[in-house]
């Protein structure tokens, strides 16, 4: 079966532009289809794909030869899940926006399509202009969502959040243009293709600082600690479904940035800042987690438990270890995969208590609401990696990563899993038990959330039950990509 | 046969290079006199569409004349039609056909005369083209006057507007101390060289003739950048740049943003990357902090401007620091990446501004940033090339504006300038502040803007005040904005055209690293 990833990836867009010619109400529909299409198609990659095989399906034509960039597409272990989370995310998002009335519906509907075409772009890109392309592309619509159908401050908050990530990612871009001009041998042409960038090689020095321009882009989109000032605000201003692909899509395509680029690349470079963002990713965790401890309103909560999750995530790739690795690349798909039903089901809450999301207003919903319960439980005790969950088997593995070399940043690591689990209870017992609310009008769950959530609590529980099917696809591409950082490090030990 | 009068020899004269010259001169001088003619027909309708047709002309025979490679320096030495020369003419030629269709309705050509107005455009284009073109100082400050002088005027062309004579009047005075100074600098530069043509002078330092430290030379250099500096609104001799484009008639600015910038770089890449073989003199770096200084100051000057025209003037400062970028490195890759940004510019500038004019001339508000407000709900025609030209303007990927820069700032890295590099890319970062304002306004409704009031304005509308009036009464407006827009996108995803016509023009200079 040949399958064309260019379809993949533009489908989305061309049914945004299409929704643009048509009736005003279509125009939703158009674009439910095409990401309806395009998860269906992800379906048919999963089956296809070849665990033992490298990049697949690859997709190589000339862009721009004058710049050396190069329209390449493939698909490997790295990104086959992530390509797949967006494709799975996507559907019930748009699901959940196409039943709610919009102003300009065309043109909400039109970047929600860009968007996805943006993300998956920066997924499947093999070519690291074509990469930072789709990077950068991707604040676009996003900055279009939450600055014209957010809430309260929007612009500000969508100002401040364009600004913050740009400041990351043009840096990168300057970064990246770097790395392709100094590693281009005397008399070569240059080349931003990622295998042709990793037979050659920029000195060490040099790496260092590309690799925490790099980081710099990264963590930001995360985000990490200390570079996460755009969260509150923007957390609250976005709209709900918004805010779900931004917290459980896009916050991926940084750290999948480090293993698909700054690792195989950049090793020395890498090994160089092991460190130091091993740090980074700790005081992520332990800051992420005292927050979202502390907030009042449950996006909040998410939107904090968030950064100490990317935390997690960052520490197992950075342990250079392949069960970190593999750990934290199964993490990734696991915490997508949890964040956006948590935010649709806020969205939910949020309906029956006149729009309140904060705790203290909220409570007794789940006498009424036993379905919408059930979803709740299940996917706050996958946030909270209950064993049996996909969650507990990507955190074991992230911390078994970090004890083999590291043993002390695994062991205060530890402690952000204990307090996941009473945060997320807290949030839990908050909302759906407790002595209700003045404006709480608790009822079940309607037919549309319940079929935006219902799949995804599913796949969560497949994905507990059977994480194998991750593990197992991921596994070669993983222990390809920190392979050489991993040798680095041996290397300075032995020495 | 000899005669005595053969010892003068009268120079060579390649008509067929210099045809593109004569086209506008003589489409000058033909405007000239037929809006001596009375009759609303012949000065609304015939006299632009003669200087449109001498302006198609030229470009016809631009692309007739195009030839890659070093070119021999026709009449003497004096100009050289080389892919150099003509690809920043053709910008010109292009800037110049879209202020012909901007001012159809434009009070600033009724006020001055249908004819003496595009007569004097196509002069100033004319100079233009003898400047980039000029391979001799001579020839060099004569294109200069002749581009500057009409502006002056055309800066003041809307007689009735006091602000429009003062930016006339400002950019005078400004415009003749750069000048001054430039011809003080090409006098040293000669007193150094002793030699007027730019082959001459190149030979002349890269032999031993000439010290590169001799501080007649270095001098004269500073002088020179310094005046180039005026007319290309580097920091910091940018400070006339948003009086003037906000006092000018909206089609001048739109004109004077595009075309002076071309044909100012144009001449500085030629007689500083080729000529004074920058590479090998000590004055890259100064000029480095030249343009990472006109990026910060450009930038952040933006920041709190809330007339668009303003906001455009101080962008195109920022701008022209990327633009000194290409310049500074002085290689094959910084020519070419300089020539490539400045189509780009060109294209995504004329969108804003057209957009700017069509708003300007309905809006009670001018060209205040909030004349904008809600234009994607009223008028989604002219809010999206608006859009398009911010994002591209700030370098978001898939518009022409992100290719640019990726460019320049591979040609700055390359040429062992990664932290201009930097500055760029931080520039561009401060720049989506207020790129980014505009979006909001017309996106994002009520959306207030932070500043003082100003008082509403009387103006005459051109049609019956709704959106849709307002839209067909100026279709050339809306549809430039449309035009230039959709090419922004254009060559965001398809930039080949451009990087062929930039791979020839890398050809024209030689010595370069």
């Given at each position: 079966?040949?399958?064309?990833?260019?379809?993949?990836?533009?489908?989305?867009?061309?049914?945004?532009?299409?929704?643009?010619?048509?009736?005003?109400?279509?125009?939703?529909?158009?674009?439910?289809?095409?990401?309806?299409?395009?998860?269906?198609?992800?379906?048919?990659?999963?089956?296809?794909?070849?665990?033992?095989?490298?990049?697949?399906?690859?997709?190589?034509?000339?862009?721009?030869?004058?710049?050396?960039?190069?329209?390449?597409?493939?698909?490997?272990?790295?990104?086959?899940?992530?390509?797949?989370?967006?494709?799975?995310?996507?559907?019930?998002?748009?699901?959940?926006?196409?039943?709610?009335?919009?102003?300009?519906?065309?043109?909400?509907?039109?970047?929600?399509?860009?968007?996805?075409?943006?993300?998956?772009?920066?997924?499947?890109?093999?070519?690291?202009?074509?990469?930072?392309?789709?990077?950068?592309?991707?604040?676009?619509?996003?900055?279009?969502?939450?600055?014209?159908?957010?809430?309260?401050?929007?612009?500000?908050?969508?100002?401040?959040?364009?600004?913050?990530?740009?400041?990351?990612?043009?840096?990168?871009?300057?970064?990246?243009?770097?790395?392709?001009?100094?590693?281009?041998?005397?008399?070569?042409?240059?080349?931003?293709?990622?295998?042709?960038?990793?037979?050659?090689?920029?000195?060490?020095?040099?790496?260092?600082?590309?690799?925490?321009?790099?980081?710099?882009?990264?963590?930001?989109?995360?985000?990490?600690?200390?570079?996460?000032?755009?969260?509150?605000?923007?957390?609250?201003?976005?709209?709900?479904?918004?805010?779900?692909?931004?917290?459980?899509?896009?916050?991926?395509?940084?750290?999948?940035?480090?293993?698909?680029?700054?690792?195989?690349?950049?090793?020395?470079?890498?090994?160089?800042?092991?460190?130091?963002?091993?740090?980074?990713?700790?005081?992520?965790?332990?800051?992420?987690?005292?927050?979202?401890?502390?907030?009042?309103?449950?996006?909040?909560?998410?939107?904090?438990?968030?950064?100490?999750?990317?935390?997690?995530?960052?520490?197992?790739?950075?342990?250079?270890?392949?069960?970190?690795?593999?750990?934290?690349?199964?993490?990734?798909?696991?915490?997508?995969?949890?964040?956006?039903?948590?935010?649709?089901?806020?969205?939910?809450?949020?309906?029956?208590?006149?729009?309140?999301?904060?705790?203290?207003?909220?409570?007794?919903?789940?006498?009424?609401?036993?379905?919408?319960?059930?979803?709740?439980?299940?996917?706050?005790?996958?946030?909270?990696?209950?064993?049996?969950?996909?969650?507990?088997?990507?955190?074991?593995?992230?911390?078994?990563?970090?004890?083999?070399?590291?043993?002390?940043?695994?062991?205060?690591?530890?402690?952000?899993?204990?307090?996941?689990?009473?945060?997320?209870?807290?949030?839990?017992?908050?909302?759906?038990?407790?002595?209700?609310?003045?404006?709480?009008?608790?009822?079940?769950?309607?037919?549309?959330?319940?079929?935006?959530?219902?799949?995804?609590?599913?796949?969560?529980?497949?994905?507990?039950?059977?994480?194998?099917?991750?593990?197992?696809?991921?596994?070669?591409?993983?222990?390809?990509?920190?392979?050489?950082?991993?040798?680095?490090?041996?290397?300075?030990?032995?020495? | 046969?000899?005669?005595?009068?053969?010892?003068?020899?009268?120079?060579?004269?390649?008509?067929?290079?210099?045809?593109?010259?004569?086209?506008?001169?003589?489409?000058?001088?033909?405007?000239?006199?037929?809006?001596?003619?009375?009759?609303?027909?012949?000065?609304?309708?015939?006299?632009?569409?003669?200087?449109?047709?001498?302006?198609?002309?030229?470009?016809?025979?631009?692309?007739?004349?195009?030839?890659?490679?070093?070119?021999?320096?026709?009449?003497?030495?004096?100009?050289?039609?080389?892919?150099?020369?003509?690809?920043?003419?053709?910008?010109?030629?292009?800037?110049?056909?879209?202020?012909?269709?901007?001012?159809?309705?434009?009070?600033?050509?009724?006020?001055?005369?249908?004819?003496?107005?595009?007569?004097?455009?196509?002069?100033?284009?004319?100079?233009?083209?003898?400047?980039?073109?000029?391979?001799?100082?001579?020839?060099l400050f004569v294109g200069i006057e002749l581009l500057s002088i009409p502006l002056?005027?055309?800066?003041?062309?809307?007689?009735?507007?006091?602000?429009?004579?003062?930016?006339?009047?400002?950019?005078?005075?400004?415009?003749?101390?750069?000048?001054?100074?430039?011809?003080?600098?090409?006098?040293?530069?000669?007193?150094?060289?002793?030699?007027?043509?730019?082959?001459?002078?190149?030979?002349?330092?890269?032999?031993?003739?000439?010290?590169?430290?001799?501080?007649?030379?270095?001098?004269?250099?500073?002088?020179?950048?310094?005046?180039?500096?005026?007319?290309?609104?580097?920091?910091?001799?940018?400070?006339?740049?948003?009086?003037?484009?906000?006092?000018?008639?909206?089609?001048?600015?739109?004109?004077?943003?595009?075309?002076?910038?071309?044909?100012?770089?144009?001449?500085?890449?030629?007689?500083?990357?080729?000529?004074?073989?920058?590479?090998?003199?000590?004055?890259?770096?100064?000029?480095?902090?030249?343009?990472?200084?006109?990026?910060?100051?450009?930038?952040?000057?933006?920041?709190?401007?809330?007339?668009?025209?303003?906001?455009?003037?101080?962008?195109?400062?920022?701008?022209?620091?990327?633009?000194?970028?290409?310049?500074?490195?002085?290689?094959?890759?910084?020519?070419?990446?300089?020539?490539?940004?400045?189509?780009?510019?060109?294209?995504?500038?004329?969108?804003?501004?057209?957009?700017?004019?069509?708003?300007?001339?309905?809006?009670?508000?001018?060209?205040?940033?909030?004349?904008?407000?809600?234009?994607?709900?009223?008028?989604?025609?002219?809010?999206?090339?608006?859009?398009?030209?911010?994002?591209?303007?700030?370098?978001?990927?898939?518009?022409?504006?992100?290719?640019?820069?990726?460019?320049?700032?591979?040609?700055?890295?390359?040429?062992?300038?990664?932290?201009?590099?930097?500055?760029?890319?931080?520039?561009?970062?401060?720049?989506?502040?207020?790129?980014?304002?505009?979006?909001?306004?017309?996106?994002?409704?009520?959306?207030?803007?932070?500043?003082?009031?100003?008082?509403?304005?009387?103006?005459?509308?051109?049609?019956?005040?709704?959106?849709?009036?307002?839209?067909?009464?100026?279709?050339?407006?809306?549809?430039?904005?449309?035009?230039?827009?959709?090419?922004?996108?254009?060559?965001?995803?398809?930039?080949?055209?451009?990087?062929?016509?930039?791979?020839?023009?890398?050809?024209?200079?030689?010595?370069?690293r």
């Open positions: 079966m040949t399958i064309h990833l260019s379809i993949v990836l533009f489908l989305p867009l061309a049914t945004g532009l299409l929704g643009a010619f048509l009736p005003r109400g279509m125009a939703r529909w158009a674009v439910l289809a095409g990401t309806v299409a395009v998860l269906l198609y992800t379906v048919a990659l999963l089956v296809d794909f070849d665990a033992g095989g490298g990049v697949q399906y690859v997709t190589d034509d000339e862009w721009i030869p004058d710049l050396g960039i190069r329209y390449q597409l493939g698909i490997d272990g790295l990104n086959l899940f992530m390509v797949a989370l967006t494709a799975i995310a996507w559907v019930p998002c748009t699901l959940v926006a196409a039943f709610r009335q919009h102003d300009r519906p065309k043109l909400f509907f039109f970047n929600l399509a860009l968007a996805e075409t943006a993300v998956l772009g920066a997924f499947l890109a093999q070519d690291l202009a074509l990469f930072i392309v789709f990077f950068d592309l991707m604040l676009i619509p996003f900055y279009f969502m939450i600055g014209g159908w957010g809430t309260g401050d929007r612009v500000r908050a969508t100002t401040k959040f364009v600004i913050y990530t740009l400041a990351g990612s043009l840096l990168m871009m300057a970064a990246a243009i770097a790395l392709g001009v100094l590693s281009t041998p005397d008399g070569g042409e240059i080349s931003f293709s990622l295998a042709e960038l990793q037979q050659r090689s920029v000195s060490e020095g040099t790496q260092q600082w590309i690799v925490l321009l790099f980081a710099l882009a990264f963590f930001v989109k995360a985000p990490l600690f200390p570079l996460h000032g755009w969260v509150p605000e923007t957390y609250r201003s976005s709209p709900i479904v918004t805010i779900a692909l931004l917290g459980g899509v896009l916050s991926k395509v940084g750290v999948y940035g480090f293993l698909r680029i700054v690792l195989p690349i950049m090793p020395e470079g890498s090994q160089h800042w092991q460190e130091l963002f091993i740090i980074i990713a700790v005081f992520s965790i332990l800051y992420g987690s005292i927050l979202a401890f502390s907030q009042d309103n449950v996006r909040l909560v998410v939107a904090y438990s968030s950064i100490a999750q990317m935390g997690f995530i960052v520490l197992g790739i950075f342990a250079l270890e392949d069960k970190g690795a593999q750990g934290a690349v199964f993490q990734m798909l696991n915490h997508g995969l949890v964040v956006v039903p948590l935010f649709l089901i806020v969205g939910v809450i949020a309906a029956r208590a006149s729009g309140s999301e904060s705790l203290s207003e909220l409570g007794g919903m789940a006498f009424r609401a036993p379905v919408l319960a059930t979803l709740f439980l299940i996917v706050a005790f996958a946030t909270l990696a209950m064993p049996g969950s996909g969650n507990f088997v990507g955190e074991v593995l992230v911390l078994f990563g970090t004890f083999e070399d590291k043993l002390v940043y695994g062991l205060v690591a530890s402690a952000g899993v204990v307090l996941t689990a009473i945060y997320m209870i807290r949030v839990f017992g908050g909302t759906m038990h407790n002595p209700p609310g003045a404006d709480v009008e608790s009822s079940e769950i309607d037919g549309l959330h319940l079929a935006a959530i219902a799949p995804l609590v599913a796949v969560i529980v497949a994905l507990g039950v059977y994480p194998n099917f991750v593990v197992h696809r991921t596994e070669k591409a993983t222990t390809a990509s920190i392979q050489e950082a991993h040798g680095v490090g041996e290397q300075v030990a032995t020495r | 046969m000899t005669l005595p009068l053969a010892e003068i020899q009268a120079p060579d004269i390649d008509y067929k290079a210099l045809s593109p010259l004569m086209a506008t001169i003589g489409g000058s001088i033909v405007v000239l006199m037929v809006g001596l003619l009375r009759g609303r027909l012949v000065q609304t309708v015939l006299v632009p569409a003669l200087t449109a047709l001498s302006l198609l002309t030229a470009i016809g025979l631009t692309i007739w004349i195009w030839e890659p490679g070093v070119q021999q320096p026709i009449i003497e030495g004096s100009l050289t039609m080389d892919a150099l020369a003509l690809g920043v003419a053709v910008l010109v030629y292009v800037a110049g056909l879209v202020c012909v269709a901007l001012s159809l309705r434009a009070v600033a050509a009724r006020e001055a005369g249908h004819g003496e107005y595009h007569s004097m455009l196509l002069g100033s284009i004319t100079g233009m083209v003898v400047l980039a073109a000029s391979s001799d100082l001579i020839t002056y005027v055309l800066c003041a062309s809307e007689l009735h507007r006091r602000t429009s004579l003062e930016a006339g009047l400002k950019y005078l005075v400004i415009g003749s101390v750069g000048s001054a100074t430039l011809l003080y600098g090409l006098a040293l530069l000669y007193g150094a060289t002793g030699a007027m043509q730019f082959d001459a002078i190149a030979s002349a330092i890269s032999s031993d003739e000439v010290s590169l430290t001799d501080p007649l030379l270095l001098t004269g250099i500073g002088l020179i950048a310094t005046g180039l500096a005026f007319k290309a609104s580097v920091a910091p001799f940018h400070q006339w740049t948003p009086d003037v484009y906000q006092g000018a008639p909206t089609p001048i600015t739109t004109f004077m943003a595009v075309a002076t910038k071309a044909a100012a770089f144009g001449v500085a890449l030629r007689l500083f990357d080729g000529a004074l073989g920058l590479s090998q003199l000590e004055w890259g770096p100064a000029l480095a902090a030249l343009a990472a200084a006109t990026i910060v100051i450009g930038n952040v000057g933006a920041l709190t401007q809330r007339s668009l025209k303003r906001l455009l003037a101080w962008s195109s400062v920022a701008q022209a620091g990327y633009l000194m970028a290409g310049v500074v490195v002085g290689s094959t890759l910084g020519l070419q990446a300089t020539v490539f940004y400045l189509a780009v510019y060109l294209v995504m500038n004329v969108a804003a501004f057209a957009v700017v004019i069509a708003r300007e001339r309905v809006s009670e508000r001018g060209d205040d940033l909030s004349s904008l407000e809600n234009l994607g709900q009223t008028q989604p025609w002219l809010a999206w090339p608006m859009t398009i030209a911010m994002l591209s303007l700030a370098g978001v990927p898939a518009t022409a504006g992100f290719i640019g820069k990726f460019y320049l700032i591979d040609a700055a890295v390359a040429g062992d300038y990664a932290w201009l590099g930097i500055v760029i890319v931080v520039g561009a970062v401060v720049s989506f502040a207020y790129y980014l304002r505009v979006v909001a306004v017309m996106w994002m409704g009520g959306y207030e803007v932070e500043l003082p009031t100003i008082p509403p304005r009387q103006v005459k509308p051109v049609s019956g005040w709704s959106p849709e009036a307002d839209l067909s009464a100026q279709p050339e407006v809306a549809a430039i904005a449309i035009a230039f827009a959709a090419a922004t996108i254009l060559f965001g995803v398809w930039p080949d055209p451009l990087f062929d016509a930039a791979r020839d023009i890398g050809t024209a200079l030689s010595g370069l």
